[in-house]
């Protein structure tokens, strides 16, 4: 399986490349790119300047990009998902609501990627907040999040049912896909759909079997099928009884829905 490049390699890159090795980092990739071979997280703020005005290309470092992701297009085919993380701007394009530069930039990220060779290609940009830590220390960033080799044989397989999957976060791409949880609750069915009394009963049988070491956080990742049947007072009181943290002794939740995490939208990631 490739590795990722080293901690030194990342900070003078700007670029993370993770191979994708356990069942949560594939769920974690969205539903329409299970066949996730490899996640890059990019410094976007190297790269996008001004008021998402401009675009340093040569700080993207392409070629260096390219032969990192060369081994992950070998064998069986397969998809990359690129993550950009940018700061938050204050203009937007009077046409289209949308960042300039940083729109030409998923552009361009996706068109790369098909040219590396892989089948699927998505770019997910986040716009971080000024208080983020990251901001100013991509080098904090390689710390926190560079793939650790023990990792890549960790267990983050789910226990559940057919209402809902529970995985154990354990590694840190896994905490970077669900901003620092401890736990991922996967709604299988789509939210209209969902049976929050039989979710419930499902998570308290359930979550004993994943041994967690810590109880800070839950993300429940969720899908809709029908947009106007999910949007409805029904469905938001089902969430609600399922979203309570404290039933389940967490700290904190956070519901997250893969199709409006897949917007080029005002996304700030902790």
């Known amino acids: 399986m490739p590795c990722a490049q080293t901690s030194d390699l990342a900070v003078r890159n700007g670029f993370l490349v993770f191979p994708t090795c356990t069942d949560l980092q594939r769920v974690g990739t969205g539903r329409e790119f299970a066949n996730a071979k490899a996640v890059v997280l990019i410094d976007g703020m190297r790269v996008v300047h001004g008021d998402d005005e401009t675009i340093d290309a040569n700080a993207l470092r392409l070629s260096v990009l390219w032969e990192s992701l060369q081994p992950f297009c070998r064998g069986e085919s ?26 030409i930039l998923m552009l361009a990220l996706q068109q790369f990627g098909q040219e590396v060779g ?7 940009v986040y716009f971080l907040p000024a208080d983020n830590p990251y901001i100013n220390d991509w080098k904090q960033a390689v710390t926190d999040f560079a793939s650790d ?11 559940g049912d057919e209402q809902v999957r529970l995985y154990p976060v354990r590694t840190r791409l896994s905490r970077l896909l669900y901003d620092g949880a401890d736990c991922v609750a996967q709604i299988v069915p789509p939210i209209e759909k969902l049976d929050a009394t039989s979710a419930m009963e499902t998570m308290k049988r359930s979550l004993s079997e994943l041994r967690l070491e810590t109880k800070d956080r839950v993300v429940f990742l969720h899908h809709w099928k029908n947009v106007e049947a999910a949007n409805t007072e029904a469905v938001a009181s089902e969430c609600m009884r399922l979203w309570r943290h404290e039933v389940f002794g967490f700290k904190e939740s956070v519901a997250l829905c893969w199709q409006d995490r897949r917007r080029h939208d005002l996304i700030t990631h902790r």
């Open 118 to 124: 892989f089948c699927e290609v998505a770019v997910d």
């Open 78 to 103: 397969g998809n990359v998902i690129f993550i950009v993380w940018c700061r938050i701007f204050s203009a937007r394009s009077e046409d289209d609501r949308a960042w300039p530069a940083s729109s």
């Open 149 to 159: 080799p023990s990792e890549l044989e960790a267990d983050e397989r789910a226990v």
